[in-house]
């Protein structure tokens, strides 16, 4: 009689660099695999995906120092890249020792196929929610190597699973509901490796969020370019429409948005977020500059003033909310006058927080051939100036908070003896001497300011 040996599966691992939505893109990818029968290793793997971003130059040099330290440890790893990088320079990636494949953003769906064929289809995110083959998303046998890129602008599906496993995350998932961007900024080479602007449907959104419910308190929604949320469904809903429904349909305690650009920030979306009990009191809104010249060449859609109108709103409806932007220094030809318009903007204007960072040219934008950027020692200097504005100014806003009291989400425990929560508008304290429950619910009454730490009471 003749026995069949049963082989142990095989073991994976998926790192993602990047953003939440890079981030959602690699839970997927993880979830897909499992899907497969492959078993998440904890030690070394047999596949290690590695999902790149590519905003910045030094995004790409981690990629890469990642790759190598991959193959390093693990020399027998099959390795395969993907994401933004893997989208616009394929070749490169390629001929990094240990890389047998390397997939781009427009065939990221059919991964699972890649490393373990399976003749169970794939689910994919659509804006009609269906079950697509992926096996029919190319063509070849990639699966014994090679390389996987096409045109980013056919794709019409995307990947999306909640971010679950990693850090803070775990107690309150990411969900992508949408993917791509239509604009076209200067700087940018994300419209070019993500394509356009494509919506998960409302159904879709609803299912996941009520399966969240279940296990979590938050859930924030995410995406290349959240605010334009169903403009390429059927009746053209706008992002208010999902909310709502989301609310009336689920059991959700609280949705947390995250980035939404300036003019996507309507009267509508204003008003129902400072409304809604369940709908977390936090804007971020990304500026980049307050330079009107400099906007123009970023060919950014709005002017100062116009984002000022905004901002403003935006407190007057929330005064205890978190407000926070996205701030770009050393722009080509950013001089000193333009710089100072912005750090007066920023002055004047009710920022609770900022993302400062410095330009990076990417290769084949706009911007990459604009004369006269700014040398590293003044780009680092404003970087500097704009993150202790801010700091003081993120001070007076904490201060001005205590023994307010707030919702908040339990974090993890700091030493075993303290807890960090976030909460609704975006504040992260500590509780001295609680011990609670990661994702647990919890009232908190802010106390004390040291420094950057928040010190609060459970209410």
């Known amino acids: 009689m003749q026995s069949h040996r049963r082989f142990p599966a095989k073991k994976f691992s998926v790192k993602s660099f990047g953003c939440r939505a890079s981030q959602a893109d690699g839970a997927a990818i993880a979830a897909d695999l499992r899907s497969r029968g492959l078993e998440l290793a904890s030690g070394p ?26 193959h390093r440890e693990n020399p027998d790893a099959e390795i395969l890249v993907t994401g933004c990088y893997a989208q616009r320079r394929p070749e490169e990636l390629a001929a990094l020792p240990g890389v047998k494949w390397v997939v781009g953003n427009s065939h990221k769906t059919v991964i ?20 697509v083959s992926a096996q029919a998303a190319y063509h070849g046998e990639i699966s014994l190597g090679g390389t996987l890129v096409g045109n980013i602008f056919d794709q019409q599906q995307f990947l999306s699973a909640p971010v679950l496993e990693a850090g803070p995350d775990r107690t309150r998932p990411n969900l992508k509901i949408q993917d791509g961007c239509g604009n076209r900024c200067s700087f940018c080479v994300i419209p070019s490796v993500r394509g356009n602007s494509r919506s998960a449907a409302v159904e879709s959104v609803v299912e996941q969020v009520r399966g969240l419910a279940e296990r979590y308190s938050e859930v924030v929604l995410t995406g290349i370019n959240l605010g334009r949320w169903g403009r390429d469904l059927p009746g053209r809903p706008r992002l208010p429409h999902l909310l709502r429904t989301v609310l009336a349909e689920t059991g959700i305690s609280k949705l947390r948005l995250s980035s939404i650009e300036p003019m996507d920030w309507t009267e509508d979306l204003l008003h129902l977020v400072a409304a809604t009990e369940r709908i977390a009191k936090h804007a971020h809104i990304p500026l980049q500059s ?10 950014r859609r709005y002017r100062a003033r116009h984002y000022a109108t905004r901002i403003e709103k935006a ?50 934008t706009e911007a990459s051939e604009m004369p006269t950027e700014p040398p590293k020692s003044v780009k680092k200097q404003r970087n500097r100036i704009l993150r202790e504005l801010v ?59 040291e420094g950057r730490i928040t010190l609060a009471e459970v209410a």
């Open 45 to 70: 793997a047999d596949v290690v995906v590695i999902n790149t971003c590519t905003v910045t130059s030094e995004a790409d040099q981690d990629a890469r120092q990642s790759i190598r330290r991959v």
């Open 112 to 131: 699972g196929d890649v490393v373990a064929p399976t003749p169970t289809p794939v689910t994919l995110v659509t804006p009609s929610a269906s079950a």
């Open 290 to 299: 307050a330079s009107d010249t400099v906007l123009k060449r970023m060919r």
């Open 315 to 364: 407190r007057a409806l929330m005064p205890t909310a978190s407000i926070g932007a996205d701030v770009m220094v050393g722009f080509p030809g950013e001089s000193d006058a333009e710089f100072e318009e912005t750090r007066r903007f920023i002055a004047e204007m009710p920022f609770t927080y900022l993302h400062v960072f410095s330009y990076s040219s990417r290769p084949g």
């Open 391 to 449: 700091a003081e100014k993120n001070l007076v806003f904490r201060s001005s908070l205590l023994g307010e009291e707030f919702d908040a989400v339990a974090l993890d425990q700091r030493g075993g003896e303290d807890t960090r929560a976030l909460t609704d508008n975006y504040i992260s304290v500590c509780l001295p001497g609680r011990t609670l429950s990661p994702g647990m619910p919890v009232r908190v009454r802010l106390s004390a300011c």
